[in-house]
């Protein structure tokens, strides 16, 4: 495949001209996802690295989660405020545990983060996830600072300043009204949890396209690239394509069922890659370019067995669907640059957006 890649960027670049790129706008060029909108248009989900929903809430609820608060909390969120140094709560807590959003709970700040900066507020040198925070130029009392506040509630938080520690040389300072603090051991409130996900598994030929577009589902959390379904631990890349190693190039789509259906899935799975093709997909062959659905459970064995009868049943493709279907092995991450293959560098790969409403090809 790599050697047609400059047919295959000309060849995209065509299908992004007539229209052919996905409605969400997820495209190497496209700018980020404005995530400081205020109103509540249905919007894309949005989850962070660390699989929370900080898909941005709407005023109303916002107004109804701040009507809870203390009249310092809602002060320092709502109005900008900030408290007066020495005076917040959680300055001198050394407690393990994590630091969520006073108003929706989002974990904001980890202990393990936490330092003395002298400044007379709780300090951090880098945020929980960085997806949970946004940061915005601030030039309110005639000074230029780097707001933060909570990307999923908009809540003020404090400032970053680049006079921290190592590594990141940043200086979170917060205000102790606008954080929780959920000792370690502690329940986990629901609002502070991670949303519970579901796991899917699923060759279609190079992983670099399978990956971009599950990743461009509503509702998919994380699609990662690598290897499965082989007979050797931990194969790199070179030998699944040179040792015969037996594994599948493999994606695995980690996803919240409450927003997208394994069904739903497989059909984006069928859409996208043509699964009449025996060990080779587009331009690439070998086993590693296999059609395969690796299973987690019997319940998705089940759909998946019952979706390929439907589209052989319907007459879909001329030929015979040769996808696998089996028990899922162990999954093992691609090398890092394999990872975001597509957003890193523009290129495309044989796969089509199975996100838009038209038709699969007949293969
Ligand atoms: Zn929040």
Request: aromatic share 10%; with cysteine.
């Amino acid at each position: 495949m790599r050697t047609l890649i400059p047919i295959l960027v000309a060849l995209a670049v065509i299908i992004a001209i007539a229209g052919g790129l996905d409605s969400s706008g997820n495209t190497a060029s496209d700018p980020k996802p404005d995530t400081t909108a205020k109103t509540e248009a249905p919007m894309k989900p949005v989850y962070s690295r660390s699989g929370h929903d900080v898909t941005p809430i709407s005023d109303e609820k916002r107004a109804s989660l701040a009507a809870k608060l203390s009249p310092e909390a809602y002060r320092i969120t709502q109005k900008d405020g900030t408290e007066r140094a020495f005076c917040g709560t959680l300055l001198d807590n050394k407690k393990d545990g994590t630091y969520s959003c006073v108003v929706c709970g989002l974990p904001l700040f980890a202990s393990q983060h936490k330092f003395d900066s002298g400044t007379g507020w709780p300090s951090f040198y880098t945020p929980y996830d960085e997806q949970h925070i946004k940061r915005e130029v601030d030039q309110s009392h005639g000074m230029v600072r780097t707001e933060i506040s909570c990307s999923r509630c908009n809540a003020h938080l404090g400032h970053v300043f680049p006079d921290g520690p190592k590594p990141t040389g940043d200086r979170h300072c917060l205000n102790s009204a606008s954080l929780v603090f959920l000792e370690k051991g502690e329940p986990v409130p629901p609002a502070s949890k991670p949303v519970e996900t579901d796991t899917a598994y699923f060759a279609a030929g190079c992983f670099w396209g399978v990956e971009h577009w599950f990743q461009a589902g509503d509702g998919v959390i994380n699609a990662e690239s690598g290897y499965m379904n082989g007979r050797t631990d931990n194969p790199t890349y070179k030998e699944i394509c040179y040792e015969d190693t037996g594994h599948a190039e493999a994606v695995k789509v980690t996803f919240d069922p409450k927003r997208i259906s394994y069904q739903q899935l497989l059909e984006a799975f069928f859409k996208m890659h043509d699964p009449t093709q025996l060990n080779r997909q587009g331009p690439d062959v070998g086993d590693q370019y296999r059609s395969g659905i690796y299973t987690v459970n019997d319940e998705q064995a089940k759909l998946a067995k019952a979706y390929i009868k439907k589209l052989t049943d319907d007459g879909v493709h001329r030929r015979p669907i040769v996808t696998q279907v089996e028990p899922a092995q162990e999954f093992f991450s691609a090398e890092d640059y394999h990872q975001d293959y597509i957003e890193k560098t523009g290129r495309a790969c044989h796969v089509r957006n199975p996100w838009t409403d038209e038709a699969a090809p007949a293969h």
